[in-house]
Protein backbone atom coordinates (compact mmCIF):
# COMPACT_ATOMS: atom_id res chain seq x y z
CA UNK A 1 0.00 0.00 0.00
CA UNK A 2 1.02 3.58 -0.56
CA UNK A 3 1.75 5.92 2.03
CA UNK A 4 0.04 9.13 1.84
CA UNK A 5 4.07 10.73 1.78
CA UNK A 6 4.36 8.92 -1.46
CA UNK A 7 1.29 9.61 -2.96
CA UNK A 8 1.88 13.16 -1.93
CA UNK A 9 5.55 12.83 -3.83
CA UNK A 10 4.68 10.73 -7.26
CA UNK A 11 2.03 13.41 -7.59
CA UNK A 12 3.30 16.64 -7.64
CA UNK A 13 2.61 18.03 -10.52
CA UNK A 14 4.54 20.70 -10.08
CA UNK A 15 8.06 19.23 -9.47
CA UNK A 16 9.69 20.36 -12.40
CA UNK A 17 8.68 24.03 -12.23
CA UNK A 18 9.44 24.21 -8.80
CA UNK A 19 12.93 22.32 -9.25
CA UNK A 20 13.72 24.62 -12.16
CA UNK A 21 12.88 28.05 -10.40
CA UNK A 22 15.15 26.56 -7.18
CA UNK A 23 18.14 26.33 -9.57
CA UNK A 24 18.35 29.68 -10.84
CA UNK A 25 15.39 30.01 -13.84
CA UNK A 26 13.57 32.95 -12.12
CA UNK A 27 11.80 34.20 -15.27
CA UNK A 28 9.50 31.11 -14.93
CA UNK A 29 8.21 32.29 -11.75
CA UNK A 30 5.23 34.35 -13.30
CA UNK A 31 4.44 30.66 -14.27
CA UNK A 32 3.97 29.51 -11.25
CA UNK A 33 2.06 32.07 -10.02
CA UNK A 34 0.07 31.62 -12.68
CA UNK A 35 -1.03 28.32 -11.82
CA UNK A 36 -2.08 28.98 -8.93
CA UNK A 37 -3.59 32.59 -8.57
CA UNK A 38 -7.18 31.89 -8.92
CA UNK A 39 -7.00 29.49 -6.98
CA UNK A 40 -5.62 31.19 -4.34
CA UNK A 41 -7.84 34.36 -5.27
CA UNK A 42 -11.06 32.10 -4.61
CA UNK A 43 -9.38 30.69 -0.95
CA UNK A 44 -8.88 33.97 -0.11
CA UNK A 45 -12.88 34.86 -0.86
CA UNK A 46 -13.51 32.08 1.16
CA UNK A 47 -11.71 32.81 4.26
CA UNK A 48 -11.58 36.40 3.96
CA UNK A 49 -15.02 37.31 2.60
CA UNK A 50 -13.60 40.71 1.61
CA UNK A 51 -12.29 40.80 -2.08
CA UNK A 52 -9.96 43.39 -0.99
CA UNK A 53 -8.27 40.96 1.59
CA UNK A 54 -8.50 38.85 -0.89
CA UNK A 55 -6.16 40.19 -3.03
CA UNK A 56 -3.61 41.27 -0.41
CA UNK A 57 -3.75 37.68 0.59
CA UNK A 58 -2.48 36.50 -2.86
CA UNK A 59 0.30 38.36 -2.98
CA UNK A 60 1.64 38.24 0.47
CA UNK A 61 1.24 34.72 -0.57
CA UNK A 62 3.12 34.56 -3.51
CA UNK A 63 5.77 37.37 -1.51
CA UNK A 64 6.46 34.46 0.66
CA UNK A 65 6.68 31.67 -1.69
CA UNK A 66 9.34 33.59 -3.65
CA UNK A 67 11.16 34.35 -0.60
CA UNK A 68 11.00 31.26 0.69
CA UNK A 69 11.18 28.86 -2.20
CA UNK A 70 15.43 28.29 -2.37
CA UNK A 71 14.39 26.58 1.33
CA UNK A 72 11.40 24.53 0.17
CA UNK A 73 12.44 20.63 0.26
CA UNK A 74 9.94 19.25 -1.09
CA UNK A 75 8.97 17.43 2.02
CA UNK A 76 5.65 17.96 0.87
CA UNK A 77 3.43 18.49 -2.49
CA UNK A 78 4.46 22.40 -4.08
CA UNK A 79 0.69 22.87 -3.83
CA UNK A 80 0.36 21.68 -0.32
CA UNK A 81 3.82 24.33 1.00
CA UNK A 82 1.96 27.23 -0.55
CA UNK A 83 -2.14 26.32 0.82
CA UNK A 84 0.40 26.56 4.57
CA UNK A 85 2.01 30.00 3.62
CA UNK A 86 -1.67 31.32 2.80
CA UNK A 87 -3.39 29.80 5.49
CA UNK A 88 -0.70 31.11 7.83
CA UNK A 89 -0.93 34.76 6.08
CA UNK A 90 -4.53 34.09 6.42
CA UNK A 91 -4.49 33.61 10.21
CA UNK A 92 -2.13 36.74 10.68
CA UNK A 93 -5.02 38.77 8.55
CA UNK A 94 -7.81 37.88 11.13
CA UNK A 95 -6.13 38.27 14.01
CA UNK A 96 -6.28 41.70 13.37
CA UNK A 97 -9.93 41.61 12.49
CA UNK A 98 -13.19 41.70 14.82
CA UNK A 99 -15.22 39.76 12.19
CA UNK A 100 -16.04 36.42 13.40
CA UNK A 101 -14.92 36.53 16.69
CA UNK A 102 -13.54 32.59 17.52
CA UNK A 103 -15.87 30.17 19.30
CA UNK A 104 -16.22 26.12 19.90
CA UNK A 105 -18.58 24.54 18.39
CA UNK A 106 -19.88 21.79 20.18
CA UNK A 107 -21.52 18.63 18.80
CA UNK A 108 -24.78 18.79 21.84
CA UNK A 109 -25.45 22.05 19.75
CA UNK A 110 -26.21 20.36 16.42
CA UNK A 111 -28.65 17.35 18.19
CA UNK A 112 -32.36 17.84 17.78
CA UNK A 113 -33.14 19.10 20.75
CA UNK A 114 -37.34 17.15 21.52
CA UNK A 115 -38.81 14.65 18.79
CA UNK A 116 -40.66 17.43 17.06
CA UNK A 117 -37.44 18.33 15.71
CA UNK A 118 -36.01 15.16 14.63
CA UNK A 119 -36.08 15.42 10.58
CA UNK A 120 -37.90 12.09 9.28
CA UNK A 121 -38.43 13.48 5.33
CA UNK A 122 -35.72 14.15 3.45
CA UNK A 123 -35.86 17.73 2.19
CA UNK A 124 -36.35 18.90 -1.24
CA UNK A 125 -32.73 20.80 -1.50
CA UNK A 126 -30.75 17.43 -0.29
CA UNK A 127 -33.17 14.98 -2.71
CA UNK A 128 -33.44 17.05 -5.91
CA UNK A 129 -30.56 16.76 -8.52
CA UNK A 130 -27.92 19.07 -7.61
CA UNK A 131 -28.22 21.54 -10.91
CA UNK A 132 -31.79 22.20 -9.73
CA UNK A 133 -30.34 22.95 -6.27
CA UNK A 134 -27.78 25.15 -6.90
CA UNK A 135 -27.89 28.75 -8.00
CA UNK A 136 -26.54 32.18 -7.53
CA UNK A 137 -28.04 32.77 -4.44
CA UNK A 138 -27.48 29.38 -2.91
CA UNK A 139 -24.22 29.96 -3.86
CA UNK A 140 -24.19 33.24 -1.69
CA UNK A 141 -25.95 31.71 1.43
CA UNK A 142 -23.37 29.06 1.46
CA UNK A 143 -20.43 31.88 1.75
CA UNK A 144 -22.22 33.29 4.29
CA UNK A 145 -22.54 30.27 6.27
CA UNK A 146 -19.14 29.65 5.95
CA UNK A 147 -18.32 33.06 6.76
CA UNK A 148 -19.93 32.84 9.66
CA UNK A 149 -18.13 29.88 10.89
CA UNK A 150 -14.93 30.28 13.60
CA UNK A 151 -11.85 30.26 11.76
CA UNK A 152 -10.51 27.53 12.90
CA UNK A 153 -13.34 25.15 11.61
CA UNK A 154 -13.71 27.75 8.22
CA UNK A 155 -10.18 26.86 7.01
CA UNK A 156 -10.79 22.84 7.69
CA UNK A 157 -13.82 22.69 5.65
CA UNK A 158 -12.57 25.01 2.98
CA UNK A 159 -9.58 23.52 2.68
CA UNK A 160 -11.39 19.89 2.77
CA UNK A 161 -14.50 20.15 0.98
CA UNK A 162 -13.73 23.30 -1.67
CA UNK A 163 -10.09 22.76 -2.52
CA UNK A 164 -10.28 19.08 -1.87
CA UNK A 165 -7.29 18.31 0.27
CA UNK A 166 -7.31 15.34 2.21
CA UNK A 167 -7.43 14.77 5.32
CA UNK A 168 -3.87 14.20 6.40
CA UNK A 169 -2.79 16.79 3.52
CA UNK A 170 -5.28 19.61 6.10
CA UNK A 171 -3.59 18.34 9.20
CA UNK A 172 0.07 19.21 7.45
CA UNK A 173 -1.53 22.46 6.04
CA UNK A 174 -2.91 23.76 9.24
CA UNK A 175 -0.07 22.06 11.50
CA UNK A 176 -3.01 19.65 12.95
CA UNK A 177 -3.45 15.99 13.52
CA UNK A 178 -5.88 14.06 11.41
CA UNK A 179 -8.46 13.43 13.93
CA UNK A 180 -8.33 17.43 15.01
CA UNK A 181 -9.14 18.06 11.48
CA UNK A 182 -11.75 14.84 11.55
CA UNK A 183 -13.32 16.76 14.78
CA UNK A 184 -13.53 20.14 13.63
CA UNK A 185 -14.52 19.25 9.75
CA UNK A 186 -17.67 17.35 10.96
CA UNK A 187 -18.72 20.22 13.04
CA UNK A 188 -18.38 22.53 10.53
CA UNK A 189 -20.23 20.80 7.52
CA UNK A 190 -23.36 20.09 10.46
CA UNK A 191 -22.74 24.12 11.35
CA UNK A 192 -23.19 24.47 7.29
CA UNK A 193 -25.87 22.12 6.97
CA UNK A 194 -28.45 23.90 9.86
CA UNK A 195 -27.49 27.05 7.63
CA UNK A 196 -28.87 25.87 4.38
CA UNK A 197 -31.85 23.96 6.63
CA UNK A 198 -32.66 27.32 8.09
CA UNK A 199 -32.08 28.86 4.15
CA UNK A 200 -34.23 26.69 2.99
CA UNK A 201 -37.43 26.41 6.05
CA UNK A 202 -39.60 27.63 3.86
CA UNK A 203 -39.10 25.50 0.70
CA UNK B 1 -37.33 -4.76 9.17
CA UNK B 2 -38.93 -2.14 11.81
CA UNK B 3 -37.93 1.78 11.70
CA UNK B 4 -37.12 2.61 15.30
CA UNK B 5 -37.76 6.39 16.29
CA UNK B 6 -35.51 6.88 19.39
CA UNK B 7 -33.72 9.96 17.97
CA UNK B 8 -32.07 12.28 19.77
CA UNK B 9 -31.95 10.38 23.42
CA UNK B 10 -30.81 6.96 21.95
CA UNK B 11 -27.06 6.48 22.13
CA UNK B 12 -26.60 4.84 19.07
CA UNK B 13 -28.33 7.52 16.97
CA UNK B 14 -25.67 10.18 19.22
CA UNK B 15 -22.45 7.98 18.77
CA UNK B 16 -23.03 7.41 14.85
CA UNK B 17 -23.95 11.50 14.45
CA UNK B 18 -20.73 11.95 15.50
CA UNK B 19 -19.07 9.85 13.18
CA UNK B 20 -21.28 10.53 9.73
CA UNK B 21 -18.54 12.79 8.32
CA UNK B 22 -15.75 9.98 8.42
CA UNK B 23 -18.55 7.55 7.38
CA UNK B 24 -18.78 9.83 3.99
CA UNK B 25 -15.42 10.11 3.30
CA UNK B 26 -14.83 6.48 4.06
CA UNK B 27 -12.79 6.73 7.03
CA UNK B 28 -14.16 4.30 9.46
CA UNK B 29 -12.90 0.82 9.66
CA UNK B 30 -14.80 -2.12 8.69
CA UNK B 31 -16.71 -3.07 11.56
CA UNK B 32 -17.49 0.43 12.62
CA UNK B 33 -18.75 1.49 9.46
CA UNK B 34 -20.44 -1.87 9.01
CA UNK B 35 -22.55 -0.98 12.49
CA UNK B 36 -22.90 2.40 10.91
CA UNK B 37 -24.90 0.82 7.70
CA UNK B 38 -26.83 -1.26 9.98
CA UNK B 39 -27.67 1.46 12.13
CA UNK B 40 -28.46 3.38 8.80
CA UNK B 41 -30.38 1.16 7.74
CA UNK B 42 -32.77 0.63 10.44
CA UNK B 43 -33.37 4.41 11.57
CA UNK B 44 -34.53 6.59 9.26
CA UNK B 45 -34.15 10.10 10.94
CA UNK B 46 -30.44 9.24 10.56
CA UNK B 47 -30.49 8.27 7.14
CA UNK B 48 -32.29 12.08 6.57
CA UNK B 49 -29.58 13.45 8.74
CA UNK B 50 -27.06 11.61 6.47
CA UNK B 51 -28.69 12.53 3.12
CA UNK B 52 -28.86 16.69 4.35
CA UNK B 53 -24.88 16.23 5.32
CA UNK B 54 -24.29 14.73 1.95
CA UNK B 55 -25.67 17.20 0.03
CA UNK B 56 -23.81 20.15 2.36
CA UNK B 57 -20.84 18.51 1.02
CA UNK B 58 -21.55 18.15 -2.87
CA UNK B 59 -22.87 22.05 -2.53
CA UNK B 60 -19.78 23.30 -1.48
CA UNK B 61 -17.67 20.41 -3.59
CA UNK B 62 -19.56 22.23 -6.81
CA UNK B 63 -19.39 25.87 -5.46
CA UNK B 64 -18.22 28.15 -8.37
CA UNK B 65 -15.03 29.79 -8.62
CA UNK B 66 -14.57 33.81 -8.93
CA UNK B 67 -12.88 35.06 -11.43
CA UNK B 68 -9.29 37.09 -11.12
CA UNK B 69 -9.55 40.31 -10.97
CA UNK B 70 -8.06 42.38 -13.32
CA UNK B 71 -6.37 44.80 -11.27
CA UNK B 72 -4.89 41.86 -9.29
CA UNK B 73 -3.40 40.20 -12.06
CA UNK B 74 -1.54 43.63 -12.96
CA UNK B 75 -0.99 44.01 -9.33
CA UNK B 76 1.04 40.60 -9.45
CA UNK B 77 2.69 41.05 -12.60
CA UNK B 78 4.08 44.63 -11.31
CA UNK B 79 5.26 42.68 -8.09
CA UNK B 80 7.15 39.88 -9.69
CA UNK B 81 8.47 42.84 -12.13
CA UNK B 82 9.91 44.22 -9.18
CA UNK B 83 11.33 41.39 -7.25
CA UNK B 84 13.52 40.03 -10.17
CA UNK B 85 14.99 43.48 -10.95
CA UNK B 86 15.99 43.40 -7.10
CA UNK B 87 19.64 41.86 -6.79
CA UNK B 88 18.61 41.43 -2.94
CA UNK B 89 15.98 38.63 -3.76
CA UNK B 90 18.26 36.45 -5.97
Known sequence: ?203 | MTEHHHHPHDEQCIELFSRLSEFIDGELDQPLRFLVEQHLAECKACRVCLTTLERTIDLCRHSGQAPLPEALSQRLNRMIADLQKDPKSS
Open chain 1, 1 to 203: MTGPQNFQKKSDSDKELVEAIQSGERGLFPDLVQRYERALYNFGIRMCGDPTDAEDLVQDTFLNVFKYLKSFRRETKFKNWLYRIAASVCIKKRRRSKFAPERELSLDQFLPLDEADVERVTPRWADAPLEQVLNDELEQQLQNGILKLPEKYRSVLVLRDIEGFSTEETAQILNLTPSNVKVRLHRARLYLRDHLKHYFKDD
